[in-house]
Each structure stands twice: as structure tokens, then as C-alpha cells.
Nanobody, 119 residues
Framework: QVQLVESGGGLVQAGGSLRLSCAAS????????MGWFRQAPGKEREFVGR????????YYSDSVKGRFTVSRDLAKNTVYLQMNSLKPEDTAVYYC????????????WGQGTQVTVSS
């Protein structure tokens, strides 16, 4: 059974940092793009960033570019989201995702982890 399990969410003050982790199990994700989405209350789920299977190429939404970094460790089958200079508008449930091509082709979702940024 394929599983994506996120961890690292929590409460942080504006300007602070958090690192989310997503551990993948149940199959080999080495050929998949992995990344992150988020969903704020009352809003649609939106793409945050992704990294290719090799870890060599990343892509971000304009709202997080320059502040967030997606990386992966193939040996650990884990993807990370380093979030710096957090803003209250970054408050959302963050979801890990894996698929042939993100953000348009998602094959697997994690259960989500809450990130709350206080002003």
C-alpha cells in the first residue's frame, strides 16, 4: 500500500521558519516528481512547489518563490519543504504529493499537516 506521511507542521510566528517532511513508502518513487500543495480555509488547494526525481530541477508558485525550498533524499524516499520568512497568509494544511508530473498529474496524496503562522 502506497503511503505519503507528512510531519513537521505546527505554529510559528511571522518571519519564522518550519521544515516539513514527507516519507514515502509502498513503492519506489525514484521516477516520480514529488512536491507540495496547500489548502487554506475556504480556498481551493493550490500548488506550492515540486522537485524532479533526480532532485536537480525545482519549480515554485510565485507566492512562495524565494522563501520556500523543495528538496528530496532518494535514499530515504523523503521529500522536504523548507519554509522561511513565513507570513500569516501561508497558514494552511500542507499536502505532500507524488506523480508523473506535478502539478497536473498527481498519483498520490499525503494526509496533510497543519501550518499556522501567527502575526
Amino acid at each position: 500500500q502506497v503511503q505519503l506521511v507528512e510531519s513537521g507542521g505546527g505554529l510559528v510566528q511571522a518571519g519564522g521558519s518550519l521544515r516539513l517532511s514527507c516519507a514515502a513508502s509502498g513503492r519506489t518513487f525514484s521516477s516520480y516528481t514529488m512536491g507540495w500543495f496547500r489548502q487554506a480555509p475556504g480556498k481551493e488547494r493550490e500548488f506550492v512547489g515540486r522537485v524532479t526525481w533526480s532532485g536537480s530541477t525545482t519549480y515554485y508558485s510565485d507566492s512562495v518563490k524565494g522563501r520556500f525550498t523543495v528538496s528530496r533524499d532518494l535514499a530515504k524516499n523523503t521529500v522536504y519543504l523548507q519554509m522561511n520568512s513565513l507570513k500569516p497568509e501561508d497558514t494552511a494544511v500542507y499536502y505532500c504529493a507524488a506523480g508523473p508530473s506535478l502539478p497536473t498529474q498527481v498519483g498520490y496524496w499525503g494526509q496533510g499537516t497543519q501550518v499556522t503562522v501567527s502575526s
